[in-house]
């Protein structure tokens, strides 16, 4: 497949930037623009990225997305946001959730949309279902079939808790293709990547790699940083040199 992939706003900090809640729309959105190219491509699929990072405003951000988009003739156009306006910073022991926008009920992105709910669901978000929306912007000009996807609320704290940037980006690519990305290689091992703080269950068992944090001046400078890594997970030990 061709497909066009853009987060939907400006970067933080510029104007018409994104939701900003418990996580923030503009930077979360790019996060995971990023993981589904890089799943999508691994998987075979040609992608481009149309992401707008110097939009003038709200409208001219929109117009420059589509216009990249509209320079490829693609399979499907694929808009990465985050939602807003669940209010729930204290959180209620539930998501407020997820959904995705099409332009009507015979878009040729139904199909997708409708996968890419079940995926995103799958991971423990409320899913809020395929909706029809004949007047955003991507979905009315964008030449390709077009679904815009609301990942979860930026503002209830359930949904940022349950959020991982690499899980939803895995979802949207599954819901896409049918297809699981593989974990990617460690290039020094040729290893499955592991979680920070884990190890391979393979390897040279009478060799041992050392990672030294930092050095301190000051005893409790050091001791700080030990805390930290404690609390992380990490066995973290002071060697005085």
Same mark, same amino acid.
């Given at each position: 497949?061709?497909?066009?992939?853009?987060? #939907?706003?400006? *970067?933080?900090?510029?104007?018409?930037?994104?939701?900003?809640?418990?996580?923030?729309?503009?930077?979360?959105?790019?996060?995971?623009?990023?993981?589904?190219?890089?799943?999508?491509?691994?998987?075979?699929?040609?992608?481009?990225?149309?992401?707008?990072?110097?939009?003038?405003? /709200?409208?001219?951000?929109?117009?420059? !997305?589509?216009?990249?988009?509209?320079?490829?003739?693609?399979?499907?156009?694929?808009?990465?946001?985050?939602?807003? $306006?669940? $209010?729930?910073? %204290?959180?209620? #022991?539930? +998501?407020? =959730?997820? &959904?995705? @926008?099409? @332009?009507?009920?015979?878009?040729?992105?139904? $199909?997708?949309? &409708?996968?890419?709910?079940? %995926?995103?669901?799958?991971?423990?978000?409320?899913?809020?279902?395929?909706?029809?929306? +004949? $007047?955003?912007?991507?979905?009315?000009?964008?030449?390709?079939?077009?679904?815009?996807?609301?990942?979860?609320?930026?503002?209830?704290?359930?949904?940022?808790?349950?959020?991982?940037?690499?899980?939803?980006?895995?979802?949207?690519?599954? =819901?896409? +293709?049918?297809?699981?990305?593989? *974990? &990617?290689?460690?290039?020094?091992?040729? /290893?499955?990547?592991?979680?920070?703080?884990?190890?391979? *269950?393979? #390897?040279?068992?009478?060799?041992? @790699?050392?990672? /030294?944090?930092?050095?301190?001046?000051?005893?409790?400078?050091? %001791?700080?940083?030990?805390?930290?890594?404690?609390?992380?997970?990490?066995?973290?030990? !002071?060697?005085?040199?």
């Amino acid at each position: 497949m061709i497909i066009n992939v853009h987060a #939907g706003h400006n *970067p933080d900090g510029k104007v018409a930037c994104g939701a900003i809640g418990i996580i923030r729309e503009s930077t979360e959105a790019r996060r995971v623009k990023d993981a589904v190219i890089s799943g999508l491509r691994q998987l075979g699929h040609t992608v481009y990225d149309c992401t707008c990072e110097n939009g003038t405003s /709200q409208a001219n951000v929109l117009s420059r !997305i589509v216009a990249a988009c509209n320079t490829h003739k693609a399979d499907l156009d694929v808009s990465i946001h985050f939602n807003s $306006g669940a $209010g729930d910073a %204290a959180g209620n #022991g539930k +998501t407020t =959730g997820m &959904e995705v @926008y099409v @332009y009507n009920s015979v878009s040729k992105a139904k $199909g997708y949309a &409708e996968r890419v709910c079940a %995926a995103i669901a799958g991971l423990g978000f409320k899913t809020r279902g395929v909706k029809y929306n +004949t $007047g955003l912007y991507v979905l009315r000009k964008t030449s390709a079939p077009a679904m815009l996807i609301e990942c979860c609320f930026v503002d209830d704290k359930d949904d940022a808790q349950l959020y991982d940037c690499q899980e939803m980006a895995d979802a949207i690519v599954y =819901g896409i +293709t049918g297809q699981r990305v593989e *974990p &990617e290689k460690d290039p020094d091992t040729d /290893q499955d990547a592991v979680a920070p703080g884990s190890e391979t *269950p393979t #390897g040279d068992k009478k060799k041992l @790699y050392r990672v /030294q944090v930092g050095a301190y001046s000051v005893a409790g400078n050091a %001791a700080a940083t030990q805390d930290k890594l404690r609390a992380a997970g990490f066995d973290a030990i !002071i060697v005085s040199a």
